[in-house]
C-alpha cells in the first residue's frame, strides 16, 4: 500500500505539471487545459480520464488560480502521504512562504469539498470499472510472466502484447502445442511450419523438402534475454510530458505501452526486431542472428521484468520456453544490469545483493537452465552498469517537465524520488558522491563474481562467457558520431538505456561474440539469398 501512495504521489505531481504547463503555453484556462489532455487520451482511456477530470478538475483549476505549484495542490488534494518525521516531498523549489505554509493555505480552500473527501479511498486506478478488466489481465501477466492470449499453451502467442510477441517469437499455431518458434522441424517441415520460421514444403524440382536442404546443419539457434527493466527496454515517451510536441498522436501508443509493462522488448538490444517508433534506430543479437542465418527467424526470448535482479530471476526463469530434447540450442545473455544494487531504500548499502548471495543465485539460474537448454547452448553473462555515468551526464540539466520554465533538473526529479522512497537507485541518483562511488564498487564486485563464474564453473549443456556492460565504448562510438553522452539515457526516467545506446550496445557485442567467440554465433547460411527469394519475408514477425 506504501507504494502505491507513493506513487500516486508521483502521479500526481506530473499529472498536476502538465494540465498546468498545458493551460500556460495555449495560453487557455487550467478546466480548458483538463479537457484538452482528457481528449489527447485514446478513445478507450478516455472515459477514466473525464471521471478523474469531474472529480479533481474544479479543485486543482481553484489552486492553480491562486498560483498553488503541483507540489502544493497534490499535498492539499491528500494524495501526498507524509510518514510522521520524515521531510515533505517536492518536485518544484518550495513557494517563498514555504511548503508546510502553502499546503496549510490550501487545505482551508479545499475544506468545502465534499464530494472530493467520499473520493479519497479510490486510489487505485484498477478500481475503476472501465480499467479492472485490463488491470485483471496485467496482473495475471505480472504474476505468470507468460503470454495472456495462449490457446495450446506452448508460451507463445499470436497477440503482441500481455506477453505476446512483442516478448516472444510470434506463434503460427496456437491451437497445437507442438508447433511453436525455436524447435527443431517435424518430419523437415515438408507439409507445415512446425518451427514458425516460414520454411516448409517440398522442393517440386528434386522433392527435397525446403527445411532440410537450407536449414540441414545450419547451427540453428535461439536468442533468450534473461534480464531487467533494460533488457525488456523501459521508456515513458517524452511526448507525454513536454507540452510544446503535446497532441493526441503523442498519447496513441499508451494503450499498446500499458499492456506492455512501459517496456517496449520489440525494440530492444537483444530481442528487437521492428523498426523503432521511439527515437533511435532497432538493432539486435537477435536481428544479426537472423541476418546470419535466416532459419533462425522469430527464435527470440525476452524473459525480463522491471525490477529484475539475480534473486527475483530464479522464478522469472521459469517462464522460459525450451524443450531439451526437441529444441535448437539457445545463446542465453543473462543480464541484470544495475538491480542488485540499486533499491529506493534509504538505507540503500545494507540492501545491496552481497556477492556472496550473487555466487548463489547466479549458481542457481545456470544450474536451472542446464536443465532446460538443448546440447550445444551458450551462456553469456553481463557484467553491471557503472550508474555514475546518470549524475555526472544528467544532474544538471532540464528534465522533460521543466524544460518549459526551466524549473524542474534532473537532480530534483531525483531527489523527489528519493524522498518518495520510489527512486530507481537511491546508490545512483544521489548528489552524495561517496554513495555512488560505494555503489559502483559493489558493482563491480558482483561484476567480478560474473567473472569468476565464466572462469571456473562447468556445465554440460552450455560454456560460459563474461563481458562488461559495454558503456565506455557505448559512449566512445556515440561521442564518434557527434552525439553527446546524456542522450545514451531514457529522458523521462533519467536511469535507462535509450533506444541510441540499446542499438549501440549491440554492434559491440557483436562484434566482441563474432572476435572472441564465433562459435557461439553459429556459422552463417549460404542459402540466405535462395530462404529469402523463395520464402520472402517468411511470414514476417
Not at 542446464?370 to 557503472?386: A, E, F, K, W
Amino acid at each position: 500500500m506504501k507504494q502505491k501512495i507513493e506513487r500516486l504521489t508521483g502521479g500526481c505531481v506530473l499529472v498536476v505539471s502538465v494540465i498546468e504547463q498545458l493551460a500556460q503555453w495555449h495560453n487557455s484556462t487550467v478546466k480548458a487545459a483538463v479537457e484538452r489532455l482528457c481528449d489527447y487520451i485514446p478513445e478507450k482511456l478516455q472515459g477514466f480520464c473525464y471521471v478523474l477530470a469531474e472529480l479533481y478538475g474544479p479543485h486543482i483549476a481553484e489552486l492553480i488560480d491562486k498560483e498553488m505549484n503541483a507540489d502544493v495542490v497534490c499535498h492539499s488534494l491528500r494524495l501526498c502521504k507524509q510518514d510522521p518525521g520524515q521531510p515533505l516531498c517536492h518536485l518544484y523549489s518550495p513557494p517563498k512562504v514555504g511548503l508546510s505554509v502553502a499546503i496549510r493555505k490550501a487545505k482551508r480552500i479545499m475544506k468545502t469539498s465534499k464530494d472530493l473527501k467520499s473520493f479519497m479511498g479510490f486510489s487505485s486506478v484498477c478500481a475503476f470499472p472501465l480499467l479492472a478488466n485490463i488491470c485483471e489481465k496485467i496482473k495475471f501477466v505480472l504474476r505468470n510472466k507468460l503470454p495472456f492470449e495462449d490457446f495450446d499453451g506452448d508460451k507463445f502467442s499470436t497477440f503482441p502484447t500481455l506477453r505476446g510477441y512483442h516478448w516472444r517469437g510470434r506463434d503460427c499455431n496456437d491451437k497445437n502445442t507442438t508447433v511453436y518458434p525455436g524447435r527443431r522441424p517435424d518430419n523437415w517441415d515438408a507439409k507445415s511450419d512446425s518451427n514458425c520460421n516460414g520454411i516448409w514444403g517440398v522442393d517440386p524440382k528434386d522433392g527435397i523438402p525446403y527445411e532440410e536442404k537450407f536449414c540441414k546443419g545450419a547451427d540453428s539457434r535461439g536468442v533468450v534475454l534473461l534480464g531487467d527493466s533494460a533488457g525488456a527496454h523501459f521508456h515513458i515517451p517524452p511526448e507525454w510530458m513536454t507540452v510544446t510536441q503535446m497532441s493526441a498522436k503523442s498519447f496513441a501508443n499508451l494503450p499498446m505501452a500499458f499492456s506492455d509493462e512501459f517496456d517496449w522488448p520489440q525494440f530492444s538490444e537483444i530481442t528487437g526486431f521492428l523498426n523503432s517508433t521511439i527515437g533511435g534506430w532497432t538493432d539486435s543479437l537477435y536481428l544479426r542472428l537472423r541476418k546470419r542465418n535466416r532459419c533462425n527467424h522469430r527464435d527470440l526470448q525476452n524473459i525480463s521484468q522491471n525490477g529484475g535482479s539475480s534473486g527475483n530471476l530464479l522464478s522469472l526463469i521459469k517462464s522460459l520456453a525450451r524443450n531439451q530434447l526437441l529444441d535448437n540450442p539457445a545463446i542465453v545473455i543473462y543480464a541484470t544490469i544495475g538491480n542488485d544494487v540499486c533499491n529506493g531504500e534509504r538505507d540503500t548499502l545494507a540492501h545491496m545483493t552481497t556477492p556472496k548471495e550473487m555466487l548463489s543465485n547466479v549458481v542457481q539460474a545456470l544450474r536451472y537452465l542446464d536443465s532446460r537448454l538443448p546440447n550445444g547452448s551458450h551462456v553469456i553473462l553481463t557484467g553491471l552498469v557503472d550508474g555514475r555515468f546518470l549524475w555526472d551526464n544528467l544532474h544538471d540539466r532540464y528534465h522533460p517537465l521543466g524544460q518549459l520554465n526551466k524549473d524542474v533538473t534532473y537532480s530534483q526529479v531525483y531527489s523527489f524520488l528519493d524522498c518518495l522512497q520510489v527512486s530507481p537507485c537511491s546508490g545512483w541518483l544521489t548528489p552524495n558522491e561517496t554513495l555512488r562511488n560505494l555503489t559502483s564498487e559493489r558493482a563491480l564486485q558482483l561484476s567480478n563474481v560474473l567473472k569468476e563464474i565464466a572462469r571456473s564453473e562447468k556445465f554440460a549443456n552450455f560454456d560460459i562467457f563474461y563481458m562488461d556492460f559495454p558503456l565506455r565504448q557505448t559512449a566512445e562510438e556515440w561521442h564518434k558520431m557527434g552525439g553527446e553522452p546524456w542522450q545514451l539515457i531514457e529522458p523521462v526516467d533519467g536511469f535507462h538505456p535509450s533506444q541510441i545506446a540499446a542499438a549501440l550496445g549491440t554492434g559491440i557485442t557483436w562484434q566482441k561474440a563474432l572476435h572472441e567467440w564465433p562459435q557461439v554465433l553459429g556459422k552463417e547460411n549460404p542459402f540466405n539469398d535462395q530462404i529469402e527469394a523463395i520464402f520472402k519475408d517468411q511470414g514476417g514477425h
